[in-house]
């Protein structure tokens, strides 16, 4: 039997692909998040989380259709070339996002902070 | 002071180009011999010395910063970016950006580390016309005695080294104002 399969890959998904692979970039101090991952990292905590879920906190995720487009938020040290930094995360975060959900991924990074000591 | 090709660039005190002596410290030639006894020239040699040494000593150093919560939802607050609040970063990969105050951030620091002078403000802007290139203005004390015509040769090719180094992007204006002097400090140069 020969069915056709369609896979469709969330936002969810892509988002802690994403944070997976943007914080073992070199340079890659951590991954800020934004207000509203914040906030419910602080209710997460009070309320008792599962731990179990790969964190996504820093990064947003779209997909549409056979593309997606993420955002990461990125904090670094000094030392690290800025513009290089957000680079290779452009690239090594769209690669993983490629090759686990076959997803085209455009990729916006900021650099948030950079740490001086 | 515009830092455009073809223009008057300020000298040191000595007459001599602080981006010729800072290509040698960095070339790792020794000093000659007026370079080894003019005050202005081992100023401008320490400058590129020091800046070598934050951008790869610091990036060789393995740091996990603490995060409680209240630092997360801080940081959070602060990290709610507005468009004029983001330099934008050259990339062929798609869109890439920087806060604006986390760079002047960088420069300060940089500006900090030099001998004889403490940076006081800096300004980055960016206006789209120009590519990704940014002027600067920054306002600095100086040690008193420190040669003052020297300190803008210094700063500026400082800021031009570190925006290509540390943040990635070409400086095409430096604004450098004295706005102070401070006395040598008998327990060492704090920042502010």
Redesign the interface.
């Known amino acids: 039997m020969n069915a056709d399969v369609r896979m469709h890959v969330g936002d969810a998904v892509v988002a802690r692909v994403a944070a997976h692979h943007a914080r073992r970039v070199p340079?890659v101090?951590?991954l800020?998040?934004?207000?509203a991952?914040?906030?419910l990292?602080?209710a997460g905590?009070v309320l008792g989380q599962d731990r179990s879920w790969l964190p996504a906190d820093g990064v947003t995720a779209t997909v549409h259709g056979a593309s997606a487009e993420v955002t990461v938020?990125i904090?670094t040290?000094?030392?690290?070339?800025?513009?290089?930094l957000?680079?290779a995360v452009?690239?090594d975060v769209?690669a993983g996002v490629r090759a686990y959900t076959g997803l085209d991924a455009?990729?916006?990074?900021?650099?948030?902070?950079?740490?001086?000591? | 002071m515009a830092v455009n090709p073809g223009d008057p660039v300020p000298t040191l005190a000595c007459g001599r180009d602080a981006a010729r002596v800072w290509d040698r410290a960095e070339a790792g030639v020794a000093p000659d011999v007026h370079e080894r006894d003019c005050p202005h020239c081992r100023a401008a040699f320490a400058d590129a010395q020091g800046l070598e040494a934050v951008v790869h000593r610091m990036a060789a150093q393995r740091l996990e910063p603490p995060d409680t919560v209240l630092d997360r939802v801080m940081h959070a607050v602060v990290a709610e970016f507005r468009p004029y609040e983001v330099l934008s970063l050259p990339s062929p990969h798609g869109p890439a950006r920087m806060s604006t105050p986390a760079a002047a951030a960088v420069l300060r620091r940089v500006v900090d580390g030099m001998g004889g002078l403490r940076a006081r403000s800096c300004r980055i802007e960016q206006d789209g016309a120009q590519g990704h290139a940014v002027d600067v203005r920054i306002t600095v004390a100086a040690r008193f005695g420190v040669d003052l015509a020297s300190v803008t040769a210094r700063v500026r090719q400082m800021v031009i080294a570190a925006g290509e180094q540390a943040l990635g992007v070409p400086v095409r204006r430096v604004d450098i104002e004295v706005v102070d002097l401070f006395e040598a400090d008998p327990f060492g140069e704090g920042g502010p």
């Open positions: 340079g101090v951590a800020r998040a934004d207000l991952q914040a906030l990292g602080v905590a938020t904090v040290r000094l030392g690290h070339n800025c513009r290089d957000a680079q452009q690239r769209a455009l990729v916006t990074v900021t650099v948030a902070d950079v740490l001086l000591n």
